[in-house]
């Protein structure tokens, strides 16, 4: 369980520093035009962070599948509300919140049918 607990907290960071990379450009002035900065300052980390990430669930499912699910689905956890926070974009449309439900469906597969 423990493999699974830290899965899922390295893949929020992996998703929060992804976010950074990739939206930083469009919430924060400094970011415009510094494509290899982001890159190397969020990039790397996120790599090194998905990395262990995906170690930690394949340990936990033994499946490969399963880690890219869990991964896939995380990724709804972070994404509405660091763009919410950071960039005020909204949360609760109709769209947002059915693919959001629908990625905790798949998130709930994944951890509980064995």
Do not use: D
């Amino acid at each position: 369980m423990i493999s699974l607990i830290l899965a899922i907290l390295l893949t929020l960071a992996g998703h929060i520093l992804t976010w950074f990379q990739s939206n930083s450009q469009f919430t924060w002035k400094f970011w415009e035009g510094k494509p290899l900065l982001a890159a190397v300052a969020f990039g790397l980390p996120s790599s090194i962070v998905f990395w262990y990430a995906a170690n930690y669930s394949y340990k936990y499912f033994g499946a490969l599948w399963n880690t890219r699910f869990l991964m896939f689905g995380l990724s709804y956890v972070t994404f509405p509300l660091m763009t919410y926070m950071f960039a005020g974009e909204p949360v609760f449309t109709a769209k947002n919140l059915v693919c959001t439900a629908l990625s905790f469906a798949i998130l709930l597969i994944q951890i509980f049918w064995k």
